[in-house]
């Protein structure tokens, strides 16, 4: 059973730059949520998607934008980068409405350094 | 907003010593609660969880009781190993839709 997989693992852009980060769910899953995670600091929340919807969204800015596949697979898209987007970027899976609030299953995260 | 705090690390401990890591919360109506664990190389893993007042979760010898008088959930363990070695994140789910707020960790690092 393939946990959640994220690509690419490691990547430098410069300032200015766009980028985009894939993952893939782990297999009967079908919400997928993207966090940051900047040096010793705790995952911040972007946004998350179901059913190929955002459904909700944290505190960043339009640069950051989404989509996700009827295959319930991600994309994290992110224009215009700053220095302060370098973090390493989560994805997390989990499954809508089995009551099991929180129950995220995370990939091990890309890691994303603007020069 | 929702917000989580918790102790500031490192934290060092020789291999067997009892481990407390305190963890506070801020949250609107009635969240569930979340230790979730990072160890070298690996993604965060849901460790323990708890989803109401006075419950206990439990997990690998770590447990964590849901407070809501004082919104706490410390993690414990009575003898760690060199293999508890990991950091260590207290999180919460107030909407109950997988959105996710966690604390800053906590980094433990077991000595033998």
């Known amino acids: 059973d393939a946990g959640v997989t994220q690509s690419p693992t490691h990547l430098i852009k410069t300032r200015g730059q766009q980028v985009t980060l894939r993952c893939s769910p782990k297999?009967?899953?079908?919400?997928v949520s993207w966090y940051q995670q900047a040096l010793g600091q705790g995952p911040q929340f972007i946004f998350q998607?179901?059913?190929?919807?955002?459904?909700q969204r944290g505190n960043f800015p339009d640069r950051f934008s989404g989509h996700q596949f009827p295959n319930y697979s991600s994309e994290l898209n992110v224009n215009a980068l700053l220095l302060g987007d370098s973090a390493l970027y989560l994805c997390?899976?989990?499954?809508?409405?089995?009551?099991?609030?929180?129950?995220?299953?995370f990939g091990e995260g890309s890691r994303l350094t603007v020069l | 907003g929702d917000s989580v705090t918790q102790m500031e690390g490192p934290v060092t401990l020789s291999e067997e010593a009892f481990l407390t890591i305190n963890c506070t919360y801020t949250?609107?109506?009635?969240?569930?609660l979340f230790w979730y664990v990072q160890y070298p190389g690996e993604g965060l893993q849901l460790l323990l969880k708890?989803?109401?007042?006075?419950d206990k979760g439990s997990n690998k010898g770590f447990e964590a009781t849901y407070r809501k008088e004082t919104t706490s959930f410390h993690l414990e363990k009575g003898s760690v190993q060199v293999s508890d070695s990991a950091v260590y994140f207290c999180?919460?789910?107030?909407?109950?839709?997988?959105?996710?707020?966690f604390g800053t960790g906590t980094k433990l690092q077991v000595i033998p």
């Open positions: 999180a919460l789910d107030s909407g109950g839709y997988q959105k996710v707020t």
């Open positions: 949250a609107t109506g009635y969240p569930s």
């Open positions: 297999s009967g899953h079908d919400t």
């Open positions: 997390a899976s989990s499954l809508t409405g089995t009551g099991a609030p929180g129950e995220l299953f």
């Open positions: 708890a989803t109401k007042a006075d």
């Open positions: 998607y179901y059913e190929e919807e955002e459904r």
